[in-house]
């Protein structure tokens, strides 16, 4: 493991932490989506300092988006926990509809037996 971050990371843990907070502000701090942010990212210090060091500009900003969005993930799942354990209940009783199944009433797809 390498003490070296890219700076990049440095814009991109901070934005998608700002992101996840607006959606989250009731139920989370600020401050414990960025530690959360800033855990991950260390965790994966090496890979990611490896993708933001691309030489093709091209494939570094395809490797800044990749990041960000599994910084996303990571931040939105530590969130809806949170959530969930402020609200009073379990992450997994939520569940999701595809649009077509809440405006026609018909589950698309096979049906679970």
């Not at 989250?24 to 991950?40: I, N």
């Not at 260390?42 to 093709?56: C, G, K, V, W, Y």
């Not at 999701?96 to 037996?113: E, F, L, N």
């Amino acid at each position: 493991m390498t003490n070296y971050l890219h700076p990049t990371l440095d814009e991109l843990v901070p934005s998608v932490v700002y992101t996840i907070h607006r959606k989250y502000r009731q139920w989370v701090e600020k401050g414990d989506l960025l530690q959360e942010g800033w855990a991950f990212v260390l965790s994966r210090a090496d890979q990611f300092n490896e993708l933001l060091s691309d030489d093709s500009d091209i494939q570094r900003k395809w490797n800044e988006k990749k990041i960000a969005w599994q910084i996303r993930r990571t931040l939105e799942r530590y969130a809806r926990k949170e959530k969930a354990a402020k609200s009073g209940y379990q992450i997994n009783d939520e569940t999701y509809y595809d649009t077509v199944s809440i405006v026609t009433g018909k589950q698309i797809g096979r049906a679970h037996v």
